[in-house]
């Protein structure tokens, strides 16, 4: 079994800067492609950022691109997304998720594995 445990979410003003993690434990060795999708209440999840188990190849969502930043640190097992010039629109509870394919989509089902999230608020 995989787990993915977030962490770094929080309050911050529009403009600002956040960094979230995502630490993997367990059968590590199953996870390749890792990412984050996010939700807002009433509405559903969203792709934000994936990225291969090497790096490589990165895909962000059009609305963070520019603004986002995926990357991975395979030592220690943890996916990182950076969130600068935060606007209040990227309000919402950030989910990380992994597969066993080293495939990115921007597609929940794609995803075998999901975090139980981290709330990140950015206040006008």
């Known amino acids: 079994q995989v787990q993915l445990v977030e962490s770094g979410g929080g309050l911050v003003q529009a403009g600002g800067s956040l960094r979230l993690a995502c630490a993997v434990s367990?059968?590590?060795?199953?996870?390749?492609?890792m990412g984050w999708f996010r939700q807002t209440p009433g509405k559903e999840r969203e792709f934000v950022a994936g990225?291969?188990?090497?790096?490589?190849?990165?895909d962000y969502a059009d609305s963070v691109r520019g603004r986002f930043t995926i990357s991975r640190d395979n030592l220690k097992n943890t996916v990182y997304l950076q969130g600068n010039s935060l606007k209040p629109e990227d309000t919402a509870v950030y989910y990380c998720?992994?597969?066993?394919?080293?495939?990115?989509?921007?597609?929940?089902?794609?995803?075998?594995?999901w975090g139980q999230g981290t709330q990140v608020t950015v206040s006008s």
């Open positions: 990225i291969s188990i090497n790096g490589r190849n990165i």
């Open positions: 998720v992994a597969n066993r394919e080293n495939q990115i989509a921007r597609t929940e089902g794609t995803y075998d594995y």
């Open positions: 367990g059968r590590t060795f199953q996870v390749y492609a």
